[in-house]
T-cell receptor, first 112, second 113 residues
Framework: GENVEQHPSTLSVQEGDSAVIKCTYS??????FPWYKQELGKRPQLIID?????GEKKDQRIAVTLNKTAKHFSLHITETQPEDSAVYFC???????????FGAGTQVVVTP | GAVVSQHPSWVICKSGTSVKIECRSL??????MFWYRQFPKQSLMLMAT?????????EQGVEKDKFLINHASLTLSTLTVTSAHPEDSSFYIC?????????FGPGTRLTVL
């Protein structure tokens, strides 16, 4: 089955700096790569996603890059703010309607 | 938008009893829903795929006789944890796909005493 690895497990950044989280996956049939932000006790919220026919996608301060050959994708958050503090999960699926396999998560702490 | 609700939001039960958790798609129909379990400070682990009108598909290692899933209608899937034990205490979250993405319910916190 699919194996998704996510690094780092924790990330502390100063407000205004950038944060990068990386994920690798094993199944070459995977085509959908979303990133979720989860606050304690809440549901995961989709912050950005990318499909295999695209190499990069950006939405304001958030960007995702995908290297399908190497089977890895990354989340980039620029100009971090304290409200960016949360746990971030990458996920992988064969399509946006299918089951998701999640990475282990990254606890991001943005200090003022 | 697409809204998914869960009921109850939290439940406490005694060991050995059964608990039913409901997942509803409020403004759309979902022939497929997914059930995840999340232990404290861990990731979401897929438990099963709930299929309207047919049997659920369970992930490897998930006991189908312990976690009963019924997709009763196009807007409702239920997860019943039978003979619950303290190790079943967890955060259970469902999701349903629409608009090319998954919409998650708010989760149900189960505590088994």
């Amino acid at each position: 089955g699919e194996n998704v690895e996510q690094h780092p497990s924790t990330l502390s950044v100063q407000e205004g700096d950038s944060a990068v989280i990386k994920c690798t996956y094993s199944d070459s049939a995977s085509n959908y790569f979303p990133w979720y932000k989860q606050e304690l006790g809440k549901r995961p919220q989709l912050i950005i996603d990318i499909r295999s026919n695209v190499g990069e996608k950006k939405d304001q301060r958030i960007a995702v890059t995908l290297n399908k050959t190497a089977k890895h994708f990354s989340l980039h958050i620029t100009e971090t703010q304290p409200e960016d503090s949360a746990v971030y999960f990458c996920a992988v699926s064969t399509d946006s309607w299918g089951k998701l396999q999640f990475g282990a998560g990254t606890q991001v702490v943005v200090t003022p | 938008g697409a809204v998914v609700s869960q009921h109850p939001s939290w439940v406490i039960c005694k060991s050995g009893t059964s608990v039913k958790i409901e997942c509803r798609s409020l403004d759309f129909q979902a022939t497929t829903m997914f059930w995840y379990r999340q232990f404290p400070k861990q990731s979401l682990m897929l438990m099963a795929t709930s299929n309207e009108g047919s049997k659920a598909t369970y992930e490897q290692g998930v006991e189908k006789d312990k976690f009963l899933i019924n997709h009763a209608s196009l807007t409702l899937s239920t997860l019943t944890v039978t003979s619950a034990h303290p190790e079943d205490s967890s955060f259970y979250i469902c999701s349903a796909p629409r608009y090319n993405e998954q919409f998650f319910g708010p989760g149900t916190r189960l505590t088994v005493l």
